[in-house]
């Protein structure tokens, strides 16, 4: 099937990175498939896509040599529409991963659609965030991210000495990042040592807009964070 019908107007989708095994989480799966409110910590990023009309397809980046996909989806059936696929090209990096994901669906995809990759590890993403960032990016030609303002006062430690650093100006990088696909593609292609799509494209010399994001975004890293984001999930539905 092919979505690319050569409209003018912009398409979205979003691309899911989930080919990491998160061994900073010390479980005995990676932390995309681990259980949060019922479900695995992925399937709460596909379905919060879904349940935007604006998103065309959803996309999951998984490794190939994948062994809990299959057992996740026959445990939990994901609620699908037909939107959602799984790539079997992940690669040893996020870059390679994201990068993988897009040439395997550049025949879908006009080189001016829109992509919003998301951390699979980040389950408090909401359609509310989703919208604001494709009502305030969508027509930048240099795409713009999720991102949170530093609240707390900022220290550097460096040669055994700590100082502090103004926090004015200073963002905390979340996902969604939106960039036009062409671009995206071109600019993970080109610079290898980046650690987000934004810097990327940023290394191209653009400048992407910063969209503020919420605390519910928050990335699930270590154990700890499991339960933070659990909270926040569940004071989120309370709302």
Not at 53 to 75: F, Q
Not at 172 to 187: H, I
Request: hydrophobic letters at 40%.
């Amino acid at each position: 099937m092919s979505l690319n019908t050569g409209d003018t107007v912009p398409r979205f989708f979003a691309l899911i990175p989930a080919a990491g095994v998160g061994s900073r989480m010390k479980t005995s799966c990676p932390k995309q498939y681990l259980e949060l409110l019922g479900k695995p910590v992925l399937w709460h990023c596909v379905e919060a896509f879904l349940a935007c009309e604006e998103i065309g397809r959803v996309c999951v980046v998984v490794s190939p040599t994948d062994i809990w996909l299959d057992r996740i989806r026959a445990l939990h059936p994901l609620l699908d529409d037909g939107r959602v696929c799984f790539l079997r090209c992940g690669g040893m990096t996020r870059r390679e991963t994201v990068l993988n994901g897009l040439d395997a669906m550049c025949h879908e995809w006009a080189p001016d659609d829109r992509v919003l990759v998301h951390d699979a590890a980040r389950p408090g993403l909401t359609p509310e965030l989703i919208r604001r960032l494709v009502d305030t990016v969508a027509v930048s030609p240099d795409g713009g991210i999720l991102a949170l303002p530093v609240a707390d006062t900022v220290k550097r430690r460096k040669d055994d000495r700590v100082e502090t650093i103004s926090r004015e100006g200073l963002w905390l990088a979340q996902t969604p990042q939106m960039f036009p696909c062409a671009l995206l593609r071109e600019a993970l292609a080109r610079y290898e040592q980046v650690t987000d799509e934004a810097g990327a494209v940023e290394a191209m010399g653009m400048n992407p807009l910063l969209v503020e994001g919420h605390l519910c975004n928050t990335k699930i890293t270590c154990p700890s964070d499991l339960a933070l984001v659990e909270m926040l999930m569940k004071a989120g539905k309370g709302r």
